[in-house]
């Protein structure tokens, strides 16, 4: 296999780094849809945004599920974190990735528990069901966005991270993830 797409002991594959971005771009859609359908919930640009929410939510539950299995094959080949702070850091990515499964499936078991049906990327996935599956409709309420939040402010501190590792403290952290093979 091509070496350039594996990752390796001084940063990310071309694989690796696809996933990272594309999740990037998919998950600041996701928070603006929900920072505008909190904040100005009747607004065309909303609906605009909020429109795609459900669709690119399967998306990012099905990058995320592809990324783990990447991840999984190239866990002997990836970049050490040295240092105190590499346990928290493995916690925080264990707890990211948990919530990048859990606020989708928490959203589909609200979408199917209701009546009206769910489609995702043009596809319908269900119809409605008949009657309101209440515990199914309350779960989602209760649990997707505040989850969903709780994963924005992860995200939001493995950025600030990853600023503070490769400015503050001059390591390369940014770079693994973006010059990748070119490092070696």
Do not use: C
Request: aromatic share 14%.
């Amino acid at each position: 296999m091509d070496t350039r797409l594996m990752d390796h002991e001084y940063g990310y594959g071309l694989v690796s780094r696809f996933f990272h971005w594309a999740m990037f771009a998919l998950l600041l859609w996701q928070v603006t849809s929900a920072a505008l359908h909190y904040l100005l919930d009747e607004a065309a640009i909303t609906d605009f945004f909020f429109g795609f929410h459900y669709s690119i939510g399967v998306l990012v539950l099905s990058l995320t599920a592809l990324r783990g299995v990447w991840g999984l094959i190239n866990l002997s080949r990836r970049p050490s974190h040295a240092g105190g702070l590499h346990r928290i850091a493995a916690l925080g990515h264990v707890a990211m990735y948990l919530l990048l499964i859990a606020v989708p499936v928490i959203a589909i078991i609200r979408a199917y528990g209701s009546t009206r049906p769910f489609s995702a990327l043009g596809v319908q996935i269900f119809s409605g069901m008949e009657t309101e599956i209440e515990w199914m409709t309350n779960l989602g309420g209760e649990w997707h966005g505040f989850l969903g939040w709780t994963l924005f402010a992860l995200i939001a501190g493995h950025i600030a991270m990853a600023f503070v590792h490769t400015y503050a403290w001059k390591e390369p952290l940014i770079a693994r993830m973006t010059k990748g093979s070119e490092l070696r």
